[in-house]
């Protein structure tokens, strides 16, 4: 008896399912940090230890076709609410599924992670073509599914997965994916070395521009933003001269007009999204200059055309990024990019999400860039760097 209840207790033990902490979207408002089960590497896939960022997708609202909701799961990744979050990661391999090129990733890789998800089917034009950010059903892991990095860990499938040098260190790599979108936007709008740039908005895609503009050889890059505290930070990151549009007296066009010499910027980055910054935009492109609009907007706004026509000037828009990972990594690791680390103005737990991570970046916006989740530091824990 006493043997059959030793190997029915060895049995039970061998079966016990693991569990991890990770940080769940129910709904806008409706975070949470559960216990789930952890995964394990499936063929073709990769365990990660994960390092990410903050995450504000979602938080006010679900994202039509990008996210799921409790009744309609999202196209690609056929899942309902909740989900766990977290789209801006890198992390550490700690298990290797069959069937992975062992030359690229093996137990103990730094890597970064392409979040992209698109249906990959022959019938699509876009995934066929190679462009799966446009993709009609395109979605994001941490937004629409199969985990997220704001979890002690998560299993991804190898094409997603990129190695880190060993002089791209975590932090860094965490911060290659809103890196990515400024790096997509910059070779959208051929800007070349010597290129005068003009940059709207310094929240973190805009300073994020600023480093790509920066890296990529630009001249002299102007930068128009109310906010004090991402003025300061828009100067630290690279900028030559910046505004405030808010300031009576200071006509932002006029000033950055004759900064270039009466010509006007090459290119001009909107990374606000607003019907002034949209404005702004329009006069102080020069003529045949271009226009990136890189906001994501809420609103449907005016177009002045005819300024458009009378300078003849190209506007176009981009999409998160398209196969621009691998080249940007490299960039990042010749050192094109310097003090990316000082981006992140927080660390903390998966427990203080919320208050010290989501919230944050609501009340304090004008503090903070990046807040990056460590599952390792304990709850109320937090380092500022």
């Known amino acids: 008896m006493r043997a059959r209840q030793l190997s029915l207790a060895s049995c039970l033990s061998t079966t016990q399912v693991s569990t991890m902490r990770a940080v769940r979207y129910y709904g806008p408002g409706d975070v949470r940090v559960d216990e789930i089960p952890e995964p394990s590497a499936g063929e073709g896939h990769v365990k990660i230890k994960v390092v990410c960022g903050s995450d504000l997708h979602s938080w006010h609202e679900i994202i039509p076709g990008v996210s799921p909701t409790t009744t309609t799961p999202q196209a690609i990744t056929q899942e309902l609410l909740p989900v766990t979050m977290g789209h801006e990661f890198s992390g550490t391999v700690v298990e290797v599924g069959p069937g992975v090129d062992s030359s690229r990733l093996s137990v103990g890789?730094?890597?970064?992670v392409e979040p992209l998800l698109s249906c990959m089917k022959d019938t699509c034009h876009f995934c066929s073509a190679g462009t799966r950010n446009l993709c009609r059903n395109t979605t994001f892991i941490g937004i629409g599914g199969r985990g997220g990095g704001l979890a002690e860990y998560i299993c991804v499938e190898q094409r997603l997965v990129h190695p880190l040098p060993s002089n791209i260190p975590l932090d860094v790599g965490a911060i290659i994916e809103p890196l990515?979108?400024?790096w997509h936007a910059a070779k959208t709008s051929?800007?070349?070395?010597?290129?005068r740039v003009f940059v709207l908005g310094a929240g973190p895609i805009g300073l994020l521009t600023v480093k790509v503009a920066k890296a990529l050889g630009a001249s002299w890059i102007g930068v128009s933003e109310p906010a004090a505290r991402r003025r300061e930070?828009?100067?630290e990151q690279g900028a030559t001269v910046v505004y405030d549009p808010t300031v009576t007296g200071v006509d932002v066009v006029a000033e950055a007009t004759k900064a270039t010499s009466g010509w006007g910027a090459d290119v001009v980055f909107d990374c606000a999204g607003s019907q002034r910054t949209l404005d702004t935009a329009f006069l102080v492109v020069r003529p045949r200059g271009c226009i990136v609009n890189v906001a994501v907007w809420e609103t449907h706004p005016t177009l002045d055309i005819g300024s458009l026509t009378y300078k003849e000037v190209v506007l176009t828009s981009v999409l998160g990024y398209?196969?621009?990972h691998p080249e940007l990594i490299q960039a990042v690791a010749q050192g094109k990019f310097e003090g990316l680390e000082t981006l992140v103005t927080r660390r903390i737990g998966l427990e203080d999400v919320v208050d010290k991570g989501i919230k944050a970046l609501i009340n304090e916006k004008d503090e903070h860039v990046k807040i990056l989740v460590?599952?390792?530091l304990k709850p109320g824990r937090r380092s500022y760097l």
């Open 233 to 235: 930070f828009a100067h």
């Open 322 to 324: 398209d196969r621009v």
């Open 109 to 112: 890789s730094n890597v970064a």
């Open 180 to 182: 990515a979108v400024a």
């Open 190 to 195: 051929r800007m070349k070395a010597g290129d």
């Open 374 to 376: 460590s599952p390792d």
